[in-house]
């Protein structure tokens, strides 16, 4: 008897730990996204990059994926990120900035990074291949980059200038996870099946992160767990 009181105490102070520590990740979450979100920083070469300091985590994907739709969404702010119906329209790595730690402790900031879509041929090939060169140092150089998130629009799933931008993380070291936009603009069918193929497109990277994340900017679908999972980042690397 007195063994399975003891199970059902040990089990019941788990339960309690679990719970306590979900409450406090909530509560770590509603105050960094309910804070102030600012536009910080633009730019358009390698050599014009901010100073390195707090975690940054960048979002990519191919034009009109919904980047900027998705980094408003997530910061609840309407017009944080400049959105457009041309793609291609961003041309710079764009950083903002969060609330500042209550500590004053720098190194425990946030920052977003919008990165130029790829995958569109409009622009001259010139300005393409500036873009592409940009994004890949800035990849391969960024020490406080904590991860990039590769937005795959659910409508259409990997194409393969997504693909390629794998293949560009798998060789810079740079964790990566995959994040599926406008989940709200195909059937619950067809969702499984992207997410089928996702999956076993990732299955071929392993440096990958194994969780791929559904979210619609639209309804607000996914949001709380992309952003629990960043305050989950940047609690690893504060």
């Known amino acids: 008897k007195a063994i399975v009181e003891a199970d059902k105490t040990s089990r019941k102070e ?11 990740l909530t509560a770590e979450v509603r105050k960094m996204f309910a804070g102030e979100w600012q536009f910080f920083w633009a730019s358009p ?8 300091q707090g975690v940054e985590v ?11 739709s998705l980094i408003n969404a997530l910061t609840g702010r309407s017009a944080l ?9 961003t041309q710079e ?11 004053g402790n720098m190194a425990a900031s946030l920052r977003l990074v919008d990165m130029p879509g790829y995958g569109y041929a409009s622009a001259p090939k010139a300005k393409i291949a500036s873009w592409t060169t940009l994004i890949h140092k800035f990849l391969q150089g960024r020490a406080n980059l904590a991860r990039v998130y590769v937005l795959i629009d659910s409508r259409h799933g990997f194409k393969d200038a997504d693909t390629q ?30 997410m089928h193929d996702t999956i076993e497109t ?11 994340l559904v979210t619609s900017s639209r309804t ?5 767990e992309l952003r629990a999972a960043m305050v989950r980042l940047l609690r690893e690397r504060a």
């Open 93 to 103: 790595l764009i950083f903002f900035e969060g609330p500042p730690p209550p500590d």
């Open 220 to 224: 607000g679908a996914g949001m709380g």
């Open 165 to 194: 931008v794998l293949t560009t993380l798998d060789k810079s070291a740079v964790s990566y996870q995959v994040v599926l936009t406008k989940s709200d603009q195909v059937k619950p069918a067809e969702l499984d099946r992207t």
């Open 202 to 212: 990732l299955r071929k990277h392993p440096a990958a992160f194994p969780e791929v």
């Open 45 to 52: 070469a390698i050599e014009t990059l901010p100073p390195m």
């Open 58 to 68: 960048a979002f990519a994907g191919r034009s009109n994926v919904g980047k900027s």
């Open 14 to 24: 788990f339960t309690d730990s679990v719970a306590a520590a979900k409450n406090a």
């Open 81 to 89: 990120a400049r959105t457009s119906h041309t793609p291609g329209r």
